[in-house]
């Protein structure tokens, strides 16, 4: 076999890392907030412990960007009642079975005898339709613009063949929108989220779809940097620097560190394919962070006959559900509090029992903080 | 606690020793359990028995099957108690319908590592049940071995002590999670699925006194490293640089958000030994073929008592926790 390339290896050498640290500790002038929207950078942050080398000045807000962990129980209730309904098998993606709802997470439903599945690539969903061909197959959809794409193909794939035993449950979301929220949002303990975010790190998965133009109006409205960054340690630290960069020129532009993945127009293909079966939802709720226009996507009307919140319309609750008292996930997601601010933190609430849905999914900013030992600096 | 079992009740960490405190050691709980030790040391310490049941899909899989591993299982327990595997019981639940071949490939498969570990089969049972009441095959062995290597106990670390790998991790859970329904990659990566007896007591036979020896198996190292912080009441120091990983299991593990110190191993231990023995230890270990990679990884401070943390070669350090939840790929 032909030796593959090495992918990652370049972006986690120790002597980059040391360097540009070194580099970000000279250029660093003023106290910054930075965003990191993305839970994929949570994690990347919190794992290889950049904070840790970093000067003080510097602090991360953690965004909004874990699809699991701002699934707000209405629809995790809705996953659950539809696995329960007779003749149905429920797939989704692998993090989801394990998200509580009102009745229990999607991992106790099957522990319960429902028939719940979790795929790698949502296109195994036609497999499983086919030999189920008996039985209704509901794809529960979750994720940002990196995994709509998937959806829709699937979709496609489904309405091209013609298969009548396979029903969607859309939960997608994009980013700008919330992104926006966040600026534009006021609370009565601060004057404005606004002055709580200097600049932002763009996500990497989904700007590879998306392409850097959705951040645009960001720096160009805003005045926020935004510097679109890769995965890898070496990425973020990188796209750290060049925020810091402009910051100390007084500018503010939308920046692509991530240029091995993604250009400004993104995946055109994807962005169609989005764009023949979905349009933008009115409003989508966000756990923690409530409604917010345009966030959501739904399935086009023509494609009514696939949609399963329609099907299965006279089942599903429509009751808003309030989060857990004690919980604060929503100001985690807001970039109000850090994780270890909650006092159920590692106590009652653990990766095993999470209470709120940071602590859930592994790039919920909760989840990285216990698991990784976010009080070691 | 939840209401019913969930998979993840089986997952080797957290959970699972939550049912295990909160049922089998409510009712059952006595001193040899307690211990909690990959075998019990009974009749004054003079023999180890333990008992393990094996239940995989695929039945076969590259690198071994269900036959070696329901043999290797049983004995690596006993020879992690520094014992020689001798008499083993075999009890076998067998769903209707299953192919006769098959099961004469697997039970050829039992002789063979049977003869590896030196030990006989010395009781069985079958049980033959309706199709869908189990998958295909269920197996359960129990073992008794002569300990030979006295005084071994997850609660034994000290200050300064070393741990040392026998060989690369996660190899067993990469290429099971590889081969498994729904999960497309190709990899010629191979299970570490090995007895470890004859390691031990090459061990043994060269003089060395291992303080605390358990096979990384489900929960992996991770599970192993958590548990003897707990019981010797220690930090456990790694050097993320310096455990060993193959290529294909990086791989799998970055494709599916899984970490590597997290997946299961079914020939792959972890030695605490005083740092007087490292050298000649792995030289020992690394004379067996598959552990060309044998290392030391680590140090016992004293830094955050009960916990394990691991070092970056950037030196920023963060901690190894016990694994959690149903193995599951990370959704983007």
């Given at each position: 076999m ?97 998200v ?27 497999t ?12 529960f ?5 990196t ?38 949002s ?22 590879v779809i ?14 926020k ?12 630290m ?9 910051i ?5 532009d ?8 993604v ?35 739904k ?14 319309d ?25 994780p270890?601010?909650c006092?159920?933190?590692g ?31 | ?7 993840a ?20 709980k ?11 040391l ?18 076969f ?29 075999l ?20 002789k ?40 071994i ?7 300064g ?38 390691m ?29 912080a ?20 990086n ?12 997946l ?13 023995d490292?050298k000649?230890a ?51």
């Amino acid at each position: 076999m032909q030796k593959q390339p090495d992918l990652f290896k370049v972006f986690r050498n120790p002597e980059h890392i040391k360097a540009l640290a070194k580099l970000i500790k000279k250029e660093s002038k003023t106290k910054i907030r930075v965003m990191e929207v993305c839970g994929g950078h949570t994690h990347t942050i919190m794992k290889y412990g950049i904070p840790q080398i970093l000067p003080d000045n510097i602090e991360f807000v953690h965004g909004p960007g874990c699809p699991v962990c701002i699934m707000p129980k209405e629809r995790i209730d809705h996953a659950y009642i539809l696995s329960q309904q007779p003749d149905v098998i429920m797939v989704t993606l692998g993090d989801m079975i394990k998200v509580p709802g009102s009745h229990g997470s999607l991992s106790e439903a099957r522990s319960r005898g429902a028939d719940v599945r979790f795929v790698y690539s949502p296109l195994d969903v036609i497999t499983i339709a086919k030999e189920n061909p008996e039985k209704k197959v509901i794809f529960f959809a979750i994720g940002f613009e990196t995994t709509t794409p998937m959806t829709a193909a699937l979709i496609d794939k489904v309405v091209k063949l013609g298969l009548k035993n396979v029903l969607f449950h859309i939960n997608h979301v994009t980013v700008p929108e919330v992104m926006e929220e966040l600026l534009n949002s006021r609370d009565e303990h601060v004057d404005s989220y606004n002055n709580r975010i200097d600049a932002f790190i763009g996500p990497s998965h989904v700007s590879v779809i998306t392409g850097s133009k959705v951040f645009d109006k960001f720096p160009k409205e805003y005045k926020k940097p935004v510097v679109v960054t890769g995965f890898e340690p070496v990425d973020v630290m990188e796209g750290m620097l060049m925020i810091i960069r402009q910051i100390n020129d007084g500018r503010a532009d939308l920046e692509n560190q991530y240029k091995r993945s993604v250009s400004y127009e993104g995946n055109i293909v994807a962005q169609n394919l989005i764009n023949k079966y979905f349009d933008q939802k009115d409003l989508f709720k966000w756990r923690g962070l409530g409604n917010i226009p345009k966030s959501g996507l739904k399935l086009k009307d023509e494609y009514a006959q696939l949609d399963a919140e329609k099907i299965y319309d006279n089942v599903l609750p429509k009751e808003e559900i309030e989060d857990h008292k004690l919980c604060i996930c929503g100001d985690i997601l807001r970039g109000m509090a850090k994780p270890t601010d909650c006092q159920v933190f590692g106590t009652a609430c653990k990766p095993s029992k999470p209470i709120g849905s940071c602590m859930v999914s592994s790039e919920g900013a909760c989840a990285a903080y216990y698991k990784y030992g976010g009080v070691l600096r | 606690m939840t209401k019913n079992i969930t998979l993840a009740h089986g997952n080797g960490g957290e959970e699972n020793n939550e049912l295990i405190e909160g049922v089998f050691y409510k009712h059952l709980k006595n001193d040899y359990l307690k211990k909690s030790e990959d075998a019990s040391l009974i009749e004054g310490g003079r023999l180890a028995f333990t008992t393990d049941s094996f239940t995989i899909s695929p039945l076969f899989f590259s690198g071994g099957d269900i036959g070696k591993l329901c043999i290797c299982g049983t004995c690596n327990d006993l020879a992690m108690m520094g014992a020689a595997p001798k008499y083993v019981t075999l009890a076998m639940m067998i769903e209707e319908g299953f192919e006769m071949k098959t099961l004469d490939k697997i039970v050829r498969s039992i002789k063979k590592e049977l003869e590896v570990c030196g030990a006989v089969v010395v009781a069985g049972d079958t049980k033959v049940v309706p199709r869908g009441s189990v998958d295909k095959l269920f197996i359960n062995t129990s073992g008794v071995g002569i300990v030979e290597l006295e005084g071994i106990s997850a609660s034994n670390l000290s200050v300064g002590d070393a741990i040392v790998v026998s060989r690369d991790v996660g190899c067993h859970g990469a290429a099971i999670y590889a081969n498994r329904e729904g999960i497309d990659i190709q990899s010629t990566l191979k299970s570490d699925c090995a007895s470890l007896w004859p390691m031990v007591k090459a061990l043994k036979d060269a003089g060395i006194k291992p303080k605390e020896m358990r096979d990384a198996t489900r929960g992996g190292l991770a599970a192993v490293l958590n548990e003897w912080a707990k019981a010797s009441d220690v930090c456990i120091e790694v050097d993320e640089k310096s455990i060993p990983i193959c290529d294909e299991v990086n791989g799998i593990c970055e494709l599916l958000g899984f970490e590597p110190t997290a997946l299961a191993n079914e020939g792959t231990f972890v030695l605490a030994l005083e740092q007087k023995d490292v050298k000649k230890a792995i030289e020992v270990l690394k004379t067996f073929e598959q552990n060309k990679q044998c290392a030391m990884i680590g140090t016992v401070t004293d830094e955050y008592k009960k916990k394990v943390t691991l070092k970056s070669e950037w030196d920023t350090k963060r901690f190894l926790d016990m694994p959690t939840g149903e193995l599951l790929p990370r959704i983007c």
